[in-house]
């Protein structure tokens, strides 16, 4: 077996619509306050799309950012993977619709459908591809359009979630990158398939293919049970994080970024509180783009870039739960 190499994140870029939803705009919707919102989930602000745009638009902005920084043409991206519970459609994946827009020729790809997870997901699928030899670049994706899937009628959900797209380039690391032991380092990843009832789009698929009567149903929505959520996401967060430094021997203190998937304050803060991460490393910005599904952990790792607490040399760790249930945890050096 030849020995592997490592991967590292060598760009990033990320995307948001620029139509605001706001708490204020909810409070003329559905029965809910901007009090109410803000203490229980943490969210003022979420970007949606206008009509017509789709997930693959979403993902084109965010990888024509990531490629414009790193100097890379989309030539020379040899795969595409795109995290997505809303693809613009069934088939063809929204790997192919981007490929083409994005003007990757050459290149192959195809979509990872693990909710919220669907970031950290496609960065592994991608980390194997490179660190077998087999690729150089890859172009790694979370995106969704989660306004396309939303009942505006329910304020249990609509409140939540948001639209975004966040690319990231994977490529091998060189030989100084290995010294410094930058790259991705470990990730943890469990499915949990019994929480398929607690969060889950239920027709459009071949159990429930769209009739009259599922869309009188409601069953082209997210229907969540959201304490159930709530617990599991703290219970699997913490403990799966845990568990990675544990076997890779590092202290939580040692964390300088914790990039958290944001589902709600309470979750990430509790996570934090249970890992004893002190609060300055822990990322939230949930409060100006709400829950965009796979795009959470790339437009965290962007606010932390932004607001000086990812550079090159930290060690970082990502973690996400989502539908499914998935759970998902990365370790990494950030290398760019
Ligand atoms: O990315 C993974 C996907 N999702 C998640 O991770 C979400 C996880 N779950 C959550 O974040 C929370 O469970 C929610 C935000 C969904 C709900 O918060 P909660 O604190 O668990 O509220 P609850 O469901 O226990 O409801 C408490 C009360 C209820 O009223 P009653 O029965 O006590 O009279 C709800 O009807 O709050 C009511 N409520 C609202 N009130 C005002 C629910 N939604 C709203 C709302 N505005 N938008």
């Known amino acids: 077996m030849p020995s ?11 995307y948001v619509p620029p139509r605001l939803l706001t708490n204020a705009d909810l409070e003329k919707m559905v029965d809910t306050t901007d009090q109410w919102i803000t203490e229980r989930v943490g969210i003022r602000e979420r970007h949606i799309v206008e009509k017509g745009v789709a997930t693959s638009d979403l993902a084109l902005e965010a990888a024509r950012v990531c490629l414009r920084e790193r100097g890379a ?3 020379s991206v040899e795969a595409i993977i795109v995290g997505t519970v809303t693809p ?25 459908s693990a909710a919220c997870s669907g970031f950290v997901y496609a960065l592994q699928a991608g980390a194997q591809l490179v660190q077998t030899g087999a690729h150089d670049r890859v172009l790694v994706i979370g995106a969704d359009v989660m306004s396309s899937i939303i009942d505006y009628t329910d304020r249990a959900t609509c409140i939540i979630f948001g639209d975004g797209a966040g690319a990231v380039l994977l490529e091998p690391c060189t030989p100084a990158d290995e010294a410094e032991g930058l790259g991705l380092l470990d990730f943890i990843h469990e499915v949990d398939g019994s929480g398929g009832c607690s969060l889950n789009m239920p027709a459009g698929g071949s159990l429930n293919p769209a009739t ?28 799966a994080s845990e568990r990675i430094l544990e076997r890779n021997n590092i202290a939580g203190g040692k964390v300088r970024c914790f990039v958290p998937h944001q589902a709600n304050r309470r979750i990430i803060t509790a996570t934090a509180d ?22 959470t952990i790339p437009l965290a790792m962007q606010t932390a870039r932004e607001e000086g607490k990812l550079k090159k040399g930290d060690l970082c760790l990502l973690a996400a739960v989502g539908a499914g249930f998935t759970v998902g945890v990365t370790l990494l050096r950030w290398a760019c």
């Open 212 to 239: 009259h009567q599922t869309v009188d149903r409601k069953m082209h929505f997210v229907h969540q049970d959201g304490q159930a959520v709530f617990k599991y996401a703290v219970r699997k967060m913490a403990e």
């Open 274 to 295: 249970r890992l004893k991460m002190p609060a300055d490393r822990v990322i939230i910005n949930i409060d100006r783009y709400g829950n965009t599904t796979a795009a």
């Open 4 to 14: 592997l190499r490592r991967a590292k994140i060598s760009a990033l870029g990320t």
């Open 73 to 75: 043409a989309p030539e």
């Open 88 to 112: 613009d459609m069934a088939f063809p994946s929204t790997a192919c619709l981007l490929q083409y827009k994005l003007g990757a020729k050459g290149a192959w790809g195809f979509d990872v």
